[in-house]
C-alpha cells in the first residue's frame, strides 16, 4: 500500500546543542513549506538547556536519560504523529531542501526506508565501517542518519546492540526483508547526485 507524502514527521536527535535548534527549525519549516509536517526533538539531558530551547520551538520535545543516538532516534520514530519519518542530525550537515525529493522517491517506489548516503564520507573509521558491514547491508554510508522511514517499521522492536549510531536500525530492517533504497548525494554541495536502489 503506497503511502500519502503529505504528512510529514521529522526527527532529530540532540545532546548540548541549544544554538542549533532555531536555524534547525527555521530550515526545516522552509524546506517543507507544502507538506503538513511535525518536528520531533528527543533530547538525551543536555545540560546546556537543549531540551527547553526545542521546547519553545518543535511540535514534540522529549527528554530521555543516557539513551544514545540510536535509541533516541527510535523513540522519535515510535513518537511520530504522521506514517512518513524523516530523520536527520540538527546541525544541518543533512541539507534540509533535500527532504522532499527524498519523500518523492520514497513514495513513488513504494519503500519501507530511504537512505540518503555521502558520497563523501569524511572519517576513516566511518569509511571502514561502511565498506564492511556496508557490505552486508547494502548500504554505502551505514552512519547516515539522513533516513525516510515508515513509521511503523520498528514498532515493535527495541534496542539491542547498544549504540550503533542508528546502524542497528539498518540492519534489522534488511535481516527482516523490508524494500530498501539508497541515494547518494554530495554533502558538501547539497545535490543528489545519483540514485542506487537496493534490490
Known amino acids: ?30 524546506a517543507l513549506k507544502d507538506f503538513t509536517h511535525e ?17 519553545r520551538w518543535v511540535d514534540k520535545a522529549i527528554l530521555v536519560k543516557k539513551a544514545g543516538q540510536t535509541k533516541g532516534l527510535l523513540t522519535g520514530i515510535k513518537a511520530a504523529s ?33 537512505v540518503a548516503s555521502r558520497t563523501y564520507i569524511p572519517r576513516a573509521s566511518e569509511r571502514f565501517a561502511s565498506r564492511t558491514i556496508g557490505k552486508i547491508i547494502g548500504i554505502t554510508d551505514v552512519y547516515s542518519n539522513f533516513c525516510v522511514y515508515r513509521r511503523d517499521l520498528f514498532k515493535d522492536y527495541e534496542v539491542k546492540l547498544g549504540e550503533t549510531f542508528g546502524g542497528e536500525l539498518l540492519i534489522y530492517a534488511r535481516i527482516k526483508g523490508f524494500k530498501i533504497s539508497e541515494y547518494l548525494y554530495n554533502h558538501l554541495l547539497g545535490e543528489l547526485s545519483q540514485e542506487l536502489v537496493v534490490d
Open 82 to 114: 504522521y506514517p512518513i519519518v524523516v530523520t536527520l542530525d540538527v546541525d544541518l550537515e543533512n541539507p534540509p531542501q533535500l527532504i522532499p525529493k527524498l519523500i518523492e522517491v520514497f513514495v513513488s517506489r513504494d519503500l519501507d526506508l530511504l
Open 39 to 55: 518536528i520531533i526533538v528527543v533530547d538525551d539531558s543536555s545540560p546546556d538547556g537543549t531540551y527547553e530551547e526545542a521546547h
Open 1 to 30: 500500500m503506497k503511502l500519502s507524502n503529505e504528512y510529514i514527521t521529522i526527527v532529530t536527535t540532540t545532546y548540548n546543542e541549544r544554538n542549533y535548534i532555531r536555524p534547525f527549525v527555521k530550515a526545516i519549516r522552509s
